[in-house]
């Protein structure tokens, strides 16, 4: 019999109805059912950060996840992947983080978690587990505040944080000079 993951995370979670962590079990959840629980589950993150992230978000749930007593296996991903996006969405949350949402090391979770899940392949908030776009919204609100106020039109959450990216290296994906005569605008801004 395999492990549900996701209800075991949320066994132990501090908080079952918060989008934090809701969205933490989403990635946590996805990373263990994708390599197991002897690889770190989030890009970034050592060891210790892993088990302080668990401590303060699900105690106890590592003993419940038979997480390993030493170190992780790490795999190290290669340069030109996805993970140098990674970094970058990790550098514009940190940019834009609420020193009042959260100590230094939550913050640094966060981010982390976020930047793994989007670059993922389905809307931000279906690869967090979240139950609607909504919760993102709260999600990203309450601890990037400015970086959320900034998507004013309602764009999908991993296109504006990939526009974001784009922006600060002063370079343009886009078709049109102005998303609403381009001609993929529903899939920027359609429903999820």
């Known amino acids: 019999m395999t492990m549900d993951f996701h209800a075991t995370l949320m066994r132990h979670a501090i908080n079952p109805n918060d989008c934090t962590v809701l969205a933490l079990a989403g990635v ?33 749930a590592d003993g419940a996840l038979s997480l390993p007593q030493g170190a992780f296996a790490v795999t190290t991903p290669q340069r030109g992947s996805r993970y140098d996006e990674v970094e970058d969405l ?74 974001q990216l784009c922006e600060r290296e002063a370079l343009s994906i886009c078709k049109a000079p102005y998303c609403g005569d381009c001609a993929d605008f529903a899939d920027c801004f359609g429903p999820e």
């Open 90 to 163: 990790i550098t514009l949350f940190k940019a834009h983080a609420d020193p009042r949402a959260g100590t230094t090391s939550e913050v640094h979770c966060i981010s982390h978690a976020l930047a793994c899940a989007s670059v993922r392949d389905k809307h931000l908030w279906q690869d967090l587990r979240l139950r609607s776009r909504h919760e993102l919204s709260a999600l990203l609100g309450y601890w990037f505040p400015r970086l959320a106020e900034k998507n004013v039109h309602g764009m999908k959450w991993k296109k504006f944080l990939h526009k």
């Open 28 to 60: 946590l959840s996805a990373a263990f059912e994708e390599a197991g629980v002897r690889i770190l589950p989030i890009c970034g993150l050592n060891a210790d950060e892993t088990r302080w992230l668990l401590a303060r978000w699900f105690p106890g």
